[in-house]
Nanobody, 121 residues
């Protein structure tokens, strides 16, 4: 069984920074893409940023230039450095992994439990 455990959320003032981390555990051989999504109340979950095992990144327009995604393939961990945070960034952030290959199974997609980010004005 594969689990994603996220951490690093919290309360920060506008203009501040936070770093989210998400570690995948299990008998993992490889993970194709890891990323972060967020979902505000009453809205659809949206992609914040993603990164492939080869390092190709993708960002939502709303976070380009402010957020940086990175990953450590050896540790099956993805990071999201969030700078210049705005109140509108406040919501729950979810870690996501796609194309997870373990010693016994291939998971199309796995989600973490979510971590709350609150940006005060």
């Amino acid at each position: 069984q594969v689990q994603l455990v996220g951490s690093g959320g919290g309360l920060v003032q506008a203009g501040g920074s936070l770093r989210l981390s998400c570690a995948a555990s299990g008998s993992i051989f490889s993970i194709n893409t890891m990323g972060w999504y967020r979902q505000a109340p009453g809205k659809q979950r949206e992609l914040v940023a993603s990164i492939t095992s080869g390092g190709i990144t993708n960002y939502a327009d709303s976070v380009k230039g402010r957020f940086t995604i990175s990953r450590d393939n050896a540790k099956n961990t993805v990071y999201l450095q969030m700078n210049s945070l705005k109140p509108e960034d406040t919501t729950v952030y979810y870690c996501n992994a796609r194309g997870v290959v373990t010693t016994s199974y291939r998971y199309p997609e796995v989600w973490g439990q979510g971590t709350l980010v609150t940006v005060s004005s």
